[in-house]
Structure formats: C-alpha cells, structure tokens
Nanobody
C-alpha cells in the first residue's frame, strides 16, 4: 500500500500563488509517476499535471505556463507551484501516485481563488 498526504491548499486572491505538497509513504517503487488532479462539484476529475521519476513534467493546457510540478525523490514528495491563479482554478486538488502495482489517491486539498 501507498499512502498520500496533501497540504498547502487555502484561499487566495486572483493573481496570487499557492504551493501544494504531497508526501507519499509505504511501498513506494522506484519507477513511479506522481501527479495532480482537480475536481469541482460541477465537473468530473480533471488531470492537471504529472511527473514520472526522471522524466519531463507534463501539463494540461489550462495550467501550462502558470503551474510547475516538481519532485523531491529523496522525500517521496511532489509539489505543485501554482502562480497567477484565477477563479476557474478553484477546486479540490488530489494527488495521485501510480506504479506497475499500485494506484493511490490522496484525500484532497481545497484551493479557493476569490477576491
């Protein structure tokens, strides 16, 4: 099993920034992919960004140029730096971990962009 704990969500004004963190623990395999999704009450879960270990980051078009995903493999942690936030970024953000054996999701951290 792999456990994920997210943090860093909150309320921010339009144009502001937030940094999300997700720490993985448990049976983590060396080859894995970690990423972020988001969901609102009105929509299905949307992929935001992901980064496999040792690979280039990947981004949804809606966040490319504003969000940056990074990893600290020594800490089994993935980050999502979110800049120039707008109200459309308001959502519950989920961390996802996957390898050849597991797929796990975190509990989510709320991001609200409002003036």
């Amino acid at each position: 099993q792999v456990q994920l704990v997210e943090s860093g969500g909150g309320l921010v004004q339009p144009g502001g920034s937030l940094r999300l963190s997700c720490v993985a623990s448990g049976q983590i395999r060396e080859i894995n992919d970690m990423g972020w999704y988001r969901q609102t009450p009105e929509s299905s879960r949307e992929w935001v960004a992901a980064k496999a270990r040792g690979a280039a980051p990947r981004y949804a078009d809606s966040v490319r140029g504003r969000f940056t995903i990074s990893r600290d493999n020594a800490k089994n942690t993935v980050y999502l730096q979110m800049n120039n936030l707008n109200p459309e970024d308001t959502a519950l953000y989920y961390c996802r971990y996957s390898d050849s054996w597991h797929e796990e999701w975190g509990q989510g951290t709320q991001v609200t962009v409002s003036s």
